[in-house]
């Protein structure tokens, strides 16, 4: 059974830099696409971005030119980093599994973690 | 980017009931629509995936349809652990965007 779990400060102050890491057991990081999610508390969800094993990314443009998410295979890990944060960052972020099984099928996140609150105040 | 309308914002059913939630995109997604179910303290749960595909170890009362714009989320028998909030999400290129949720409550 794959799972994930999310680590990193859970208190930043307001300009300085998120950095979240996200440790797979259970399963290899290899061959599957691996996304970060984030939820305001009391709000929805919003999609931050992707990594793939390899190294590609794709990132939402909300976020414009804030995020990086980066891998490391050797420790089956993968994290994120968002600069510049405000307030409006606070939120529970999630780390997830991305499945596309095949060119026929979509996108969707089959395993998630437990998330991590993460407060923007100084 | 697409735009996902989630209808009606919240609801409440008794045990037993028929449920059902729609979601509706502001262009076409063909069945790149996926399902997620959030109770409260919880990560999202995937529910359905490509509009109508059960994922594994999902009760079978859970069931999705639709393709285009507009799909939709039943639970044909509304059970307790249904209490939950409930997203779609568009699946097929980024933004992967999601609605903005359905509180389900039960009564």
């Known amino acids: 059974q794959v799972q994930l779990q999310e680590s990193g400060p859970g208190l930043v102050k307001p300009s300085e830099t998120l950095s979240l890491t996200c440790t797979v057991s259970g399963g290899s990081i290899n061959n599957y696409y691996w996304s970060w999610i984030r939820q305001p508390p009391g709000k929805g969800l919003e999609w931050i971005g992707y990594i793939y094993y390899s190294g590609s990314t794709k990132y939402n443009p909300s976020l414009k030119n804030r995020v990086t998410i980066s891998v490391d295979t050797s420790k089956n890990q993968f994290s994120l980093k968002l600069n510049s944060v405000t307030a409006a960052d606070t939120a529970l972020y999630y780390c997830?599994?991305?499945?596309?099984?095949?060119?026929?099928?979509?996108?969707?996140?089959?395993?998630w973690g437990q998330g991590i609150l993460v407060t923007v105040s100084s | 980017d697409i735009q996902m309308t989630q209808s009606p914002s919240s609801l409440s059913a008794s045990v037993g009931d028929r449920v059902t939630i729609t979601c509706r995109t502001s262009?076409?997604?063909?069945?790149?629509l996926n399902w997620y179910q959030q109770t409260p303290g919880k990560a999202p749960k995937l529910l359905i995936h490509?509009?109508?595909s059960l994922q594994s170890g999902v009760p079978s009362r859970f069931s999705g349809s639709g393709s285009g714009t507009d799909f939709t989320l039943t639970i044909s028998s509304l059970q307790p652990e249904d209490s939950a909030t409930y997203y779609c999400?568009?699946?097929?290129?980024?933004?992967?965007?999601f609605g903005q949720g359905t509180k389900l409550e039960i009564k």
């Open positions: 262009q076409s997604v063909s069945r790149y």
């Open positions: 997830a599994r991305v499945s596309h099984p095949d060119g026929s099928s979509g996108w969707y996140q089959d395993y």
């Open positions: 490509d509009a109508s």
């Open positions: 999400q568009w699946s097929y290129s980024t933004p992967y965007t």
